[in-house]
């Protein structure tokens, strides 16, 4: 049963502390995407990746956040330093790049900062 | 103005009823169509997916979109409990870019 996986599942810091989150995409899945869902703003792309290489990260906050792809198999969404309106769920989804609309959603990163 | 808008509900229905959730959006040129259903800590799941305008029916579910009003719908008959979720609508906006709704929640009373 292939999936996407995520860790940790949950994380609660202190604001300033860094925070890196990690995400195993589905095996051959070459296209991994990262979100941020909050209630006020519900579900917002923050970076895309195509072949381990980063396709458009605009909707991420440059200067706190960074995402990677060290290899095909891990993901990675790191904020230094982590602050309180980074509280949010983040889900890491993977997709074939086959199909434009495909994209299976992780379970995602709880993510509390105090 | 946002370029997806969604009623965030909640929706409570009994069991049986026809459910109907709906979003707007702005760009007329937008073209791909998505709902997912992300039951209560967990991840969204696509549920429907259309491109351009009419009408796709998969089991219990409908999904239309409107494209002369900018309105997609999903609807779902003979609802069920283990329908209770939040429902998301999404629309591709770019190659791999896409934009959610803020979500419906739907409560199916048994």
């Known amino acids: 049963d292939a999936r996407v996986t995520q860790t940790p599942r949950h994380k609660v810091t202190e604001m300033g502390q860094e925070v890196t989150m990690r995400c195993q995409p589905i095996?051959?899945?070459?296209?991994v995407f990262w979100y941020r869902q909050t209630m006020m703003q519900g579900l917002e792309l923050l970076a895309y990746f195509r072949n381990r290489a980063p396709l458009d990260d605009s909707g991420m906050p440059k200067d706190r956040f960074s995402a990677e792809m060290p290899d095909a198999t891990l993901a990675t969404l790191k904020i230094q330093p982590s602050e309180p309106r980074d509280s949010a769920v983040y889900f890491c989804?993977?997709?074939?790049?086959?199909?434009?609309?495909?994209?299976?959603f992780g379970p995602g990163t709880r993510l509390t900062v105090t | 103005q946002k370029e997806v808008e969604q009623d965030p509900g909640p929706l409570s229905v009994p069991e049986g009823a026809i459910v109907s959730l709906n979003c707007t959006y702005s760009?007329?040129?937008?073209?791909?169509f998505m709902w997912y259903r992300q039951y209560s800590r967990k991840g969204p799941e696509l549920l429907m997916y259309?491109?351009?305008?009419g009408n796709k029916e998969d089991g219990r579910f409908t999904a239309q979109v409107d494209k002369s009003s900018k309105y997609i719908s999903l609807f779902i008959r003979d609802s069920q409990p283990s329908d209770s979720a939040t429902y998301l609508c999404a629309i591709r906006t770019g190659t791999y870019k896409y934009i959610f709704g803020t979500g419906t929640r739907l409560k199916v009373l048994a």
């Open positions: 095996l051959g899945h070459n296209t």
């Open positions: 259309t491109y351009s305008s």
């Open positions: 989804a993977s997709g074939s790049g086959q199909i434009s609309y495909e994209q299976y």
């Open positions: 760009n007329s040129a937008f073209q791909y």
